[in-house]
């Protein structure tokens, strides 16, 4: 039987390298997007589908997934993949930004997988692979908000793993490191919605920082989609799959040192950069 994968935010990046893999290796994909009007490549492959999805619309949430389920029969996979980030000082930012932040990167995801969950517990199977970060697990000043709410997602799936074992649905945490794709350009909001100043320089400076050194050491986002696939196909309990030699090595460093040592390590690394 052809197994059939839904993922949120096929536009760009790592949604649209992952609908292009698992297209592939034979699957039936449900590539959804904000604009699937505007979509020119994903539609022209076969047995992939380009629905409209906004998780920000329980609406467009509920159709999405009733076309899915009409047109395939059953969905196994479900990749909630779809987010920004929103970057800058707390007190730079507004509460309608944070809002809109966990909106989609955490309620969004939530209400998705809310949504599939009866269609996976009647069928006794399925995988939820959640897109998290390795800025689920660490932090750098700036990103606060963001950090915020790919932490909710890392409790999130940790715990609703437990609770979906007994009816043999796998939840699985993707936690990649920097990446090459949109999320560096359009898909960061770091608009100073409050007018408080205060942060300027060092926002400059810090951002700076973080900008070049992601542009240098950044993994593709093809990386991303093969740790998605290995989720969904490699039968194992395993719940995070971490992609990128710097998300690696962060990690490996946050395990094994205690938090007051890591935290001066980390502060280390930006005062010195600061001056
Ligand atoms: P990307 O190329 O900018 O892709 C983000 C996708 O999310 C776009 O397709 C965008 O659609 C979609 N999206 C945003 N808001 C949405 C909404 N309300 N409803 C539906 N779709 C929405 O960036 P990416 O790197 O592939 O990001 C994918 C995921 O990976 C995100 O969750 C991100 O946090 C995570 N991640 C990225 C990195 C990195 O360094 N790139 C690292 C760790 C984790 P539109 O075209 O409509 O805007």
């Not at 920000?56 to 029969?73: K, M, N, R, T």
């Not at 809002?99 to 809310?114: H, P």
């Not at 793993?161 to 007994?166: I, P, R, T, Y």
Request: charged share 20%; proline share 2%; glycine share 8%.
């Amino acid at each position: 039987m052809t197994q059939t994968v839904l993922i949120t935010g096929c536009s760009s990046g790592i949604g649209r390298e992952t609908a292009k893999l698992f297209q592939q290796q034979g699957w039936n994909v449900v590539a959804t997007m904000r604009s699937p009007e505007q979509e020119q490549e994903l539609n022209q492959l076969q047995n992939v589908t380009c629905l409209k999805l906004d998780v920000c619309d329980g609406d467009s949430i509920q159709q999405a997934v009733d076309q899915a389920l009409e047109l395939f029969g059953a969905v196994d996979v479900l990749v909630n993949n779809a987010g920004y980030g929103l970057i800058g000082a707390f007190e730079t930012l507004s509460r309608e930004q944070i809002e809109r932040q966990f909106q989609t990167n955490v309620f969004g995801l939530m209400e998705l997988t809310r949504a599939l969950l009866p269609h996976f517990r009647q069928r006794n199977s399925g995988t939820i692979i959640n897109i998290a970060s390795f800025a689920g697990r660490s932090t750098v000043p700036l990103y606060s908000v963001y950090h915020a709410s790919k932490w909710a997602v890392e409790g999130f799936s940790d715990s609703l793993a437990f609770e979906l074992s007994s009816f043999n649905i796998r939840v699985k945490i993707i936690e990649p490191g920097t990446i090459r794709t949109e999320f560096w350009g359009r898909s960061t909001d770091r608009e100073n919605q409050t007018g408080v100043d205060v942060y300027t320089d060092y926002s400059n400076k810090v951002l700076g920082f973080i900008d070049g050194t992601a542009a240098k050491i950044s993994s593709q986002p093809q990386a991303v989609a093969k740790a998605i696939l290995a989720a969904a196909t490699d039968g194992r309990k395993k719940l995070r799959y971490v992609v990128g030699h710097d998300a690696r090595f962060t990690l490996t460093v946050r395990k094994l040192l205690p938090d007051f040592l890591y935290n001066n390590a980390i502060a280390m690394v930006f005062h010195r950069r600061l001056g």
